[in-house]
């Protein structure tokens, strides 16, 4: 969580690809693709959808190997958050 945003990602094996995290900010709620930061589903205002790409860049290969842990039924790391 950073800046009212919520990010989560489930782990329940084989969750639908592409590799994605569920973002929550007040009332609205979105997915996010990891590898090209594209809202896949779901709106979110212009800075929040800046704040929340800038940190899939920054800790990109964190999110996808917390991927592969989720495909697995593992429980995955945590990231830090924005500051």
């Not at 589903?41 to 929040?48: C, D, I, S, T």
């Not at 790409?53 to 842990?69: D, G, Q």
Request: with cysteine; net charge neutral.
């Amino acid at each position: 969580m950073f800046f009212g945003l919520i990010i989560r990602m489930y782990y329940s094996p084989k969750e639908h690809n592409p590799p994605h995290i569920h973002v929550y900010y007040q009332d609205l709620a979105s997915v996010v693709n990891i590898e090209n930061c594209k809202i896949v589903k779901g709106n979110l205002p212009a800075k929040q959808t800046r704040l929340v790409n800038a940190w899939i860049e920054i800790h990109k290969e964190e999110l996808l190997a917390n991927w592969e842990l989720c495909q697995n039924g593992e429980k995955p790391f945590q990231i830090q958050p924005l500051q």
